[in-house]
């Protein structure tokens, strides 16, 4: 069987559509876009490992029940890229360090087996920031992802790996992790759509663990349908995930939405998002979307979040505070044996000595940070301060979201910045995600959705995405918004 067509270039609904028609095998899919990793990604650094023979053999099943004309579903045959923190059993599963390099996972992540039961195809595990700490994937211990838009770039963190694997066409979609912005970020920087659901509307099961509180996975795909779709079959209650909630979804709104309905939803601008320090070229994109959606119909009205200026502050004490604890159990012998011999004189030893080998310096930094903020002395004054802010902050969302159904603003002050033009400046990088935080510390969904489609922009022009944020189990309506927009 084979095909004139580009198959790197399909989305998932293009790629479903065109199996089903027995245009091209999932097969031939498959190894197209192998062809493509074995091509591109020693530039772009997205991959950290391929899984080519069970790929492979996933994609032979799926022509099998096709040529018997069994009903197959949109995701089946579609070759997914997988960030490296998520568990897929019998691959590797080193979170980008030291400390699991030689880890592989021994069961499958929640959201996983829901694909596995789709029958997708797992192309391989992505490049991350180490632990999902940071904004550029300049963190990995196995070197930083490189922006397919201009390799001199970063690709945005921490779930650069996966997006640059869909930015570049070497996967038609794929899996992310959003903790303050690390799937939405990159997204923005690298020009597709990213979205971070409702906190508890996708299992957590079987994902490395940073901050337990705020981490969620979401899909990074080139079209907001896509996402509806990867949304769709990986939502859902998971009796192994006690944050994971039993949420009844309507099918049909997310995947097919009344647009009559969409557009007569109002959309907030909140005025703490547009201030002094963002990019112009920024401001001038974000600007241009919303007039474009003005043309189709929406109506817009001024909100303000005036604790929107805390959220940095309170997302790294809250995020360290639980790294310190997450990160307790990786003491360089549980999970994946040292990767070289350590002399020690005694157990304690052994474990500064590895621990110390095996974590980079943003793990080390989030660490002792979180070590502080939870100590005697210091747990009322910076801790539990920082919780009760972030309830504020919650409140003022579900507060404003009593005049609008949703919101829209940057998903950053800035595009891609040269690689290491902030790796010596942690506080710089953290702003990064300043605007991607506050939605997240509520539990609230939002979506990063380009201003512009890749085709259109010029050959040295960075992507720049627009934020939706939405009420809590209401995806469909940024879902739907994000819709009309691409067409």
């Not at 040295?460 to 209401?474: A, N, S, T, Y």
């Amino acid at each position: 069987m084979m095909t004139k067509e580009p198959l790197h270039n399909l989305t998932l609904a293009s790629f479903h559509e065109g199996l089903l028609a027995k245009r091209f095998s999932a097969l031939e899919m498959t190894q197209a876009h192998f062809d493509r990793i074995e091509a591109h990604n020693p530039e772009i650094n997205a991959y950290l490992s391929v899984a080519r023979n069970e790929a492979e053999r996933q994609a032979e099943a799926v022509d099998v029940a096709v040529a018997r004309d069994e009903a197959v579903g949109p995701l089946a045959g579609a070759p997914l890229a997988i960030k490296d923190c998520i568990l897929v059993k019998g691959l590797p599963a080193t979170a980008a360090s030291k400390i699991l390099e030689e880890y592989v996972a021994s069961y499958d992540a929640g959201v996983i087996g829901r694909l596995k039961d789709e029958q997708a195809v797992f192309l391989g595990k992505t490049n991350l920031d180490e632990f999902a700490m940071g904004g550029s994937t300049e963190n990995s211990a196995f070197g930083p992802t490189k922006n397919p838009r201009d390799l001199t770039r970063v690709a945005g963190g921490s779930s650069g790996g996966s997006v640059a694997a869909v930015a570049a066409h070497l996967a038609v979609a794929a899996l992310g992790t959003d903790t303050g912005g690390s799937i939405r970020l990159p997204s923005s920087f690298c020009g597709t759509v990213g979205m971070s659901p409702t906190y508890g509307a996708v299992s957590r099961s079987g994902v490395i663990a940073m901050a337990s509180s705020l981490d969620q996975v979401g899909p990074i795909t080139k079209t907001v349908e896509d996402a509806a779709v990867l949304f769709n079959a990986i939502r859902g209650h998971d009796p192994l995930d006690a944050t994971s909630a039993a949420t009844a979804y309507d099918e049909r709104e997310l995947l097919s939405p009344d647009f009559k309905k969409t557009k007569q939803l109002v959309i907030g601008l909140p005025k703490e998002y547009f201030t002094d320090g963002m990019e112009p070229e920024v401001r001038l994109e974000v600007a241009k979307s919303v007039e474009r959606l003005k043309a189709l119909g929406f109506s817009f009205k001024e909100i303000s979040l005036p604790h929107t200026k805390y959220a940095l502050s309170v997302y790294y004490i809250i995020v360290p505070a639980e790294v310190s604890s997450n990160l307790a159990r990786f003491d360089g012998i549980r999970y994946a044996a040292p990767a070289k011999a350590v002399h020690a004189d005694n157990l304690t030893d052994l474990y500064f000595k590895n621990r110390g080998a095996g974590f980079g310096a943003e793990a080390k930094r989030r660490i002792i940070l979180g070590t502080f903020v939870l100590s005697s002395g210091y747990y009322d004054a910076y801790y539990e301060k920082a919780q009760r802010v972030r309830a504020l902050i919650r409140r003022e969302f579900e507060d404003a979201f009593k005049g609008v159904d949703v919101m829209l603003t940057p998903v950053a002050p800035m595009r891609a910045f040269k690689i290491g033009a902030r790796a010596d400046d942690p506080l710089s990088m953290y702003l990064a995600d300043v605007l991607a935080i506050p939605a997240k510390l509520g539990g609230f969904p939002a979506i990063s959705i380009p201003t512009k489609p890749a085709a259109e922009l010029a050959p040295d022009e960075l992507p720049v995405g627009f934020q939706l944020i939405g009420r809590k189990w209401r995806e469909a309506d940024i879902l739907g918004i994000g819709r009309l927009y691409e067409k």
